[in-house]
């Protein structure tokens, strides 16, 4: 497949994938143009049970791991994605990338041991590699360039305030100018998905003041909550990237722990659904 000059508006539209009917939230224009498939989980269709039920993605909160590698498996081939190599950082609330660039296994194994080391996003720039990150409340982010390039990023409020959303962009947009072609933020698509939004996202007054010190008063909504999105646009915009190629999911985890996991609304113990994405090989 060739790469293609630019890439179609982002959408996000919910669409069943696999044997198991995996409801999930995809670009179905952005796989068909650039071989780039992103998609967003909900809960259903895994083999988890109880606080886990049923697609936990996350090997860190007390699951069954053999649950937990199950869910992943079902995850990649109801994508078509079964040989793909998966990479699942240990996320750590900072604002750290890891980069992958070569497909050698060398690489790739060095590549794990530093997203294992705890890294909030990982930046793809090969076929066959799936980035797989985690969320139950925080906010998930696919940025994808038309180089074919994309990044599956964690955005919990520490890193929100670090503005790693942003960062990401800027690292794909000089990988891109090293390779001589594109480097235009404004082309990229940015995905958002589903995540606490600001009617819930309720926080301390010294959180609220860090966010409107570094992203203005848009984002504060009242004298309790911030709104999480906001802040991401404002920072990506600052990078470079376009307000109108940034769609958001439209769904609070908190308001929808039915189909989310949230970590708020189960107090504490829950699984994790998962923001994936990968480029299939030509």
Not at 73 to 86: E, S, Y
Not at 155 to 176: C, M, Q, S, Y
Not at 177 to 191: K, L, P, T
Not at 204 to 217: E, H, K, L, Q, S
């Amino acid at each position: 497949m060739a790469l293609p000059d630019s890439l179609p508006a982002p959408h996000l539209t919910a669409r069943r994938f696999g044997a198991r009917r995996l409801l999930l939230l995809t670009d179905e224009a952005l796989f068909e143009c650039a071989g780039v498939r992103i998609a967003f989980t909900g809960r259903e269709g895994g083999k988890s049970s109880g606080p886990y039920s049923s697609l936990n993605l996350g090997s860190h909160v007390d699951d069954d791991p053999a649950a937990v590698e199950a869910n992943r498996a079902i995850l990649l081939d109801a994508l078509g994605a079964g040989d793909t190599r998966l990479i699942v950082p240990n996320q750590v609330h900072g604002d750290t990338i890891v980069r992958i660039d070569d497909t050698a296994s060398a690489a790739l194994d060095a590549a794990c041991r530093r997203a294992a080391d705890g890294v909030d996003a990982v930046a793809v720039a090969v076929e066959g590699v799936a980035a797989l990150l985690c969320f139950a409340d925080c906010v998930p982010v696919i940025v994808v360039s038309p180089s074919g390039r994309f990044a599956v990023v964690h955005a919990g409020w520490r890193g929100a305030v670090e503005n790693i959303a942003g960062k990401t962009v800027r690292l794909l947009v000089e990988a891109d100018r090293s390779d001589g072609a594109y480097g235009d933020a404004g082309a990229f698509n940015v995905y958002v998905g589903p995540h606490i939004h600001a009617e819930c996202f309720e926080t301390g007054a010294d959180v609220r003041a860090r966010f409107a010190a570094r992203f203005g008063t848009s984002c504060i909504c009242d004298e309790l909550h911030v709104d999480l999105l906001e802040a991401l646009r404002v920072g990506l915009v600052e990078a470079g990237a376009a307000r109108d190629r940034i769609v958001d999911a439209g769904a609070c985890t908190k308001c929808a722990p039915d189909r989310y996991f949230s970590y708020r609304a189960s107090g504490g113990t829950c699984g994790r659904h998962g923001a994936i994405a990968f480029r299939k090989t030509r």
